[in-house]
Structure formats: structure tokens, C-alpha cells
């Protein structure tokens, strides 16, 4: 058998391949031809320095992880308050969404409105009143979609106070009609409230993961 045959035999050897012969053979064969030992000293020390080569530098990036953290981790007394805080949120607005149903179940069932209005303007009455009333419900029980819902509940706000607040000025409505409004303003607010909370968490979140280069 011819030399290159061995030393393929011990390079298989070197890299745990299955031999190409029976090990005695080939330590036979090493021990008795010099050029096929040297060889496979000059393989071996080849494969020893490139497996014990060292790692390339790598930056230290100990600062920089640790200043992106944020001033305080969530937990302990913080997270507890704004959990508590969150929580009394959704349960206010779970009730201001009820009150505001109760408010809108007599316009729907039977056609009365506030101010003698006819049948079918109080069922819009209502219809506007029970939508509200399910957005702050929504809001209360999935709190992402507070910011969703913000823009059209703000904008019928604003638009209703303004003219409820024209309507009083020229006699056009009584003073209990208008302060039934104050329950939609006390839910948008909530629904702002929220909204912003939830606004304030996603912004610590994304710096907290923001890692400078």
C-alpha cells in the first residue's frame, strides 16, 4: 500500500472520521516510515494550533447594556401602583360605561327623550349613547384599544360641548339636560387617561430595549 493511502488514514484519524484501515496497520506502517511520521508530527501540530487559535477581540459592551436599562426595573412598590392605578382605571370606566347604557336603554326601548323629542331622533339619541357606552366598556376590558377609540370619542365631545355650552348660553336646553353630558366627558377622560398610560409603557419599553452601537 502506498503512503498517501496512510496518512489519509491518520488525517481521518485527526478529525474522528471512521478509518479508512485497522489502527495497527497504520501505527505499523508509521512506525517504520519516517517520512509518513513526520508527516503526520507536522498534521498534528498544523491541527493543534488551528483549534487552540485565539478568538477574535470582542468589543466590551458591559456599559453600554448597562446604561440603557432604565433608572428603575419594573417591580416592587412602582409596578404594584401602576398596576393599582391601571386597575382603578378599567373598573371606573367598566362603571361609566354602565351608567352611560342605563342612560341610553329608555330612548331605545321606548322612544323618550329628554325634551319631548320625537320617536325617531330619540333612538339616535340612544344609539350614540350605547355606542359610547361599548367603547368605554371595550376600553376597560382590552385597554390597548384606548387609543383607537380616543379620536372619535374626543372629537364627539369636544363637538358636544361646544354646543351644549351655546345651547345653554341662548336657552335652547335646561341645566339637567346638560350635566347628563358630564357623564361622556368623565369616560373620554378615562379613555385619555389610559390611552396615555398605556403610551408611556411602550415608550419605556422600546428604550429599555434600545442599545446604543
Known sequence: MQCPAFREAASARFDGEPPTMPAAELDAHLAACRACAAWVADATAVTRRARLAPAPPVPDLTAAVLGALP??????????????????????????????????????????????????MAHETGAWNLAAAAAFVAVAVSPRLAAGALPFLGTFVVLLTLLTARDLAAGHVPADRAVAHLLLLVGVALVGATAWRGRRRTSRVVSAERVPA
Do not use: I, K, Y
Not at 74 to 93: F, K, N, Q, W, Y
Open 71 to 120: 433608572p428603575r426595573l419594573p417591580g416592587g412598590a412602582a409596578a404594584a401602583r401602576a398596576r393599582l392605578a391601571t386597575s382603578v382605571l378599567r373598573l371606573a370606566l367598566l362603571a361609566v360605561g354602565a351608567a352611560q347604557a342605563l342612560l341610553a336603554w329608555p330612548a331605545l326601548v321606548d322612544g323618550t327623550a329628554a325634551m319631548s323629542a320625537p320617536v325617531h
